[in-house]
């Protein structure tokens, strides 16, 4: 994991918490972006602890006390990563750098509703293209308020736990082992919410390059530790029996692309016949 957090990255939690806290592997990282304690322990901005090594300190428990419901142990390591967000209190809020409000409101349980609310409509294509996750699981204490999960199929087999972009990923953007990489399969993600299932099927297609054929493109992506990657998914309900010609898509060119300065990722979306919808990812990672 990652340990370099920046507000870059994780501006989005700033809107709910002051004080993010990350368990991941055999580390805790307690984060103090106003460093109103962490220079008291010498490590301002936040420290990274070894809680398997200090899981039997009474300070190390009361800090894994939260994370009991999703780590089962804390004297090995954790295969996984749990990111908690204590929501801002109201002395937080009144005190807090970060929030721009004039009224300085807490963060409440309704606020999270809400915004579990906006994104439940999205977690079904945010499975499409992530190499790591696949399933999400909204939930409010003990009640499930919507869940999505991805199952990936090579014809009629399914490959969910034998396939993994991770191979092609590695082999051909990491290590250059190959120049490049196609990879196709059909994902499958049901998705449930508030008791009502829906079950749809999307059409992948990854391709992958070690280099970009644009020299100058190539000397943008390098010094942004960035690869060329394009992957499309087609909603299978939408896909028409003609052959569709995938263009891959330069960051310069004018495709609806949102990007902006060193983001990791464009988007791009294209409406290419009335009964055929695109939806195209390019990736420079």
């Not at 920046?6 to 709910?16: D, F, L, Q």
């Not at 009502?196 to 000397?219: F, G, W």
């Not at 029996?241 to 990722?265: N, Q």
């Amino acid at each position: 994991m990652e340990y370099h957090l920046t507000m870059k990255y994780y501006i989005k939690v700033y809107n709910w918490t002051d004080g993010p806290t990350i368990l991941s592997g055999n580390s805790l990282l307690l984060l103090d972006p106003h460093h109103y304690w962490s220079p008291d322990v010498h490590q301002p901005g936040g420290p990274l602890y070894d809680f398997v090594a200090d899981s039997t300190d009474p300070a190390m428990v009361n800090q894994l006390s939260p994370f009991r419901r999703h780590v089962s142990s804390f004297s090995q390591s954790f295969d996984g990563t749990v990111i908690r967000l204590p929501l801002r209190t109201a002395e937080q809020a009144s005190r807090s750098e970060i929030i721009q409000r004039r009224d300085r409101k807490p963060t409440t349980v309704d606020d999270i509703k809400e915004a579990f609310m906006s994104y439940a409509t999205e977690i079904s294509e945010s499975l499409l293209f992530l190499r790591h996750i696949s399933s999400i699981t909204l939930k409010i204490g003990d009640t499930v308020f919507a869940k999505a999960v991805g199952r990936k199929f090579h014809g009629a087999k399914d490959v969910t736990n034998a396939f993994s972009i991770e191979e092609p990923y590695s082999s051909v953007l990491i290590r250059g082992d190959k120049p490049q990489k196609d990879e196709q399969f059909v994902m499958e993600i049901s998705f449930q919410k508030q008791g009502a299932l829906h079950v749809s099927r999307y059409a992948i297609t990854h391709h992958m390059r070690h280099k970009a054929d644009n020299p100058e493109l190539q000397k943008w992506a390098r010094s942004y530790k960035l690869f060329p990657w394009v992957a499309v998914a087609f909603p299978m309900s939408y896909v028409c029996c003609r052959s569709i010609e995938v263009f891959e898509v330069l960051a310069k060119e004018d495709h609806r692309t949102t990007t902006s300065g060193d983001d990791s990722s464009a988007l791009c979306h294209f409406l290419l016949e009335s009964n055929t919808r695109l939806t195209s990812m390019r990736c420079f990672r």
